[in-house]
């Protein structure tokens, strides 16, 4: 038990560590590159703080544990918005950019009605995951369509306003070691995450709804925090609703395709209905003011302890 325990925190580390490395390394080379700051952080930091979830929903569902796989995602998604942007607001009120609130939030919520409706009947199959991947596309393509037109007035800077030093060999090993720490990491928190639940008894879909997604937010909570100290709201904000975007249409879709996802009715009854209750609360948060003040950042931290409060509250009662 102690040692799993062990390398589940060890697996969170390595994780933590390789989504960085990985962001570091891509937003470097996009600067060699010659690309946009904007097209970075909407693709290449997006990308690099969803990858945990993908690696990690990716290879329970090969181990057929398909309560962490996509409870991993619903937790993410609920953490991202409950933990990750209350504690950025705590920190310092959050500035919302209008844009938002026009186009990536209601994206964001329609994605999360489209996810629950398709899980209705207790399955993601492989054409429904299709449909997703397929959705990441036009996004992606969107914001490329809103830089290039300059809809997107939000300036997306690198989260850790790094210099590019190196070359593109420096920075392609260390995206190299970013993706090998990424698959390690994941690697040992499904493992030992899976061996905790069974010995603990406690479901692994409550595990993965709230130990493991909260280890694979890390990169979200770590960059929104940092964007936060620097006064970067559009960063902070803009972070956790792509990453939550991404988290649905490509590592849900990518991960239906892989391996049909079976759906819980518990999933279907509560953390579903969660996710799309965080995701609506955002809505009069942000357009209050056009800002997610200390307050309210207290209030969403509040209720995402709540909510795994009652999940723990469930299995010891």
């Keep these: 038990m102690l040692t799993n325990i062990i390398l589940f925190l060890l697996g969170v580390l390595?994780?933590?560590?390789?989504?960085?490395?990985l962001v570091k390394g891509s937003v470097r080379m996009a600067r060699l590159l010659g690309i946009t700051p904007l097209i970075i952080g909407l693709t290449v930091v997006g990308f690099g703080t969803s990858s945990p979830e993908l690696v990690v929903s990716m290879s329970a569902a090969l181990k057929k544990v398909d309560d962490i796989a996509l409870g991993n995602i619903i937790g993410s998604n609920i953490a991202n918005i409950g933990l990750v942007l209350g504690l950025s607001a705590l920190i310092s009120p959050l500035k919302i950019n209008p844009d938002i609130l026009k186009r990536e939030l209601p994206i964001m919520l329609l994605v999360s009605l489209v996810i629950y409706?398709?899980?209705?009947?207790?399955r993601i199959s492989f054409i429904e995951g299709a449909f997703l991947f397929a959705g990441i596309i036009c996004f992606n393509a969107l914001s490329y369509y809103?830089?290039?037109?300059?809809?997107?007035?939000?300036?997306?800077?690198?989260?850790?306003?790094?210099?590019?030093?190196?070359?593109?060999?420096?920075?392609?090993?260390?995206i190299a070691l970013g993706l090998a720490g990424i698959v390690g990491g994941a690697q040992l928190m499904v493992r030992s995450a899976i061996f905790?639940?069974?010995?603990?008894?406690?479901?692994?879909l409550v595990i993965g709804l709230t130990v493991v997604a909260l280890g694979t937010s890390l990169p979200e909570l770590a960059a929104s925090m940092v964007a936060a100290f620097r006064k970067e709201s559009d960063i902070s904000i803009?972070?956790?609703?792509?990453?939550?975007?991404?988290?649905?249409?490509?590592?849900?879709?990518?991960?239906?395709?892989?391996s049909p996802l079976k759906v819980s009715s518990e999933t279907l009854k509560l953390e579903f209905p969660v996710m799309i209750i965080f995701g609506l609360a955002l809505y009069p948060i942000m357009k209050t003011g056009l800002t997610i003040s200390r307050i309210e950042g207290a209030i969403l931290t509040a209720g995402y302890l709540g909510f795994v409060g009652y999940l723990f509250g469930q299995i010891f009662s």
């Design 196 to 204: 905790v639940a069974r010995e603990l008894g406690i479901s692994e």
């Design 117 to 122: 409706w398709m899980s209705l009947d207790l």
């Design 14 to 21: 390595i994780l933590y560590l390789g989504a960085e490395w």
């Design 146 to 174: 809103s830089a290039k037109s300059g809809a997107g007035s939000a300036k997306i800077t690198d989260i850790e306003s790094l210099k590019v030093e190196g070359t593109r060999k420096k920075q392609a090993f260390l």
């Design 238 to 258: 803009g972070n956790v609703i792509g990453s939550n975007i991404f988290n649905i249409l490509m590592v849900i879709g990518i991960v239906a395709m892989i």
